[in-house]
Nanobody, 124 residues
Framework: VQLQASGGGLVQAGGSLRLSCAAS????????MAWFRQAPGKEREFIGA????????SYADSVKGRSTISRDTAKNTLYLQMNSLKPEDTATYYC??????????????????WGQGTQVTVSS
């Protein structure tokens, strides 16, 4: 599975962004997909995950209520809609996929495939 994240950029606090993650290769086997982010000098942090049907999601408390994960299986694309952005949301955002998970997971080690990351910068 190959993942290509896009949609990052510079946005003012309070604004919105939608990130996309295009999957190719054995996309039918991506049972769970997720978004993580990593700020400079910090650990990679779980944002949220979604199952292959797109009906079950899980979010980190830091983004809950401000973010929505969705996936379009016909387009093999994962999305992350982020609203009410804050300067502390500034980070490189990564999409990830697992072909073995049976449940949603927030652990980085649960995901075998990773995109290259897209930078999100929120100005105050």
């Amino acid at each position: 599975v190959q993942l290509q994240a896009s949609g990052g950029g510079l946005v003012q606090a309070g604004g919105s962004l939608r990130l996309s993650c295009a999957a190719s290769g054995r996309t039918f086997s991506s049972r769970v997909m997720a978004w993580f982010r990593q700020a400079p000098g910090k650990e990679r942090e779980f944002i949220g995950a979604i199952n292959w049907r797109g009906k079950t999601t899980s979010y980190a408390d830091s983004v809950k209520g401000r973010s929505t994960i969705s996936r379009d299986t016909a387009k093999n694309t994962l999305y992350l809609q982020m609203n009410s952005l804050k300067p502390e949301d500034t980070a490189t955002y990564y999409c990830a996929a697992s072909t073995v998970l049976g449940v949603l997971s927030s652990a980085r080690t649960s995901y075998e495939f990773w995109g290259q990351g897209t930078q999100v910068t929120v100005s105050s």
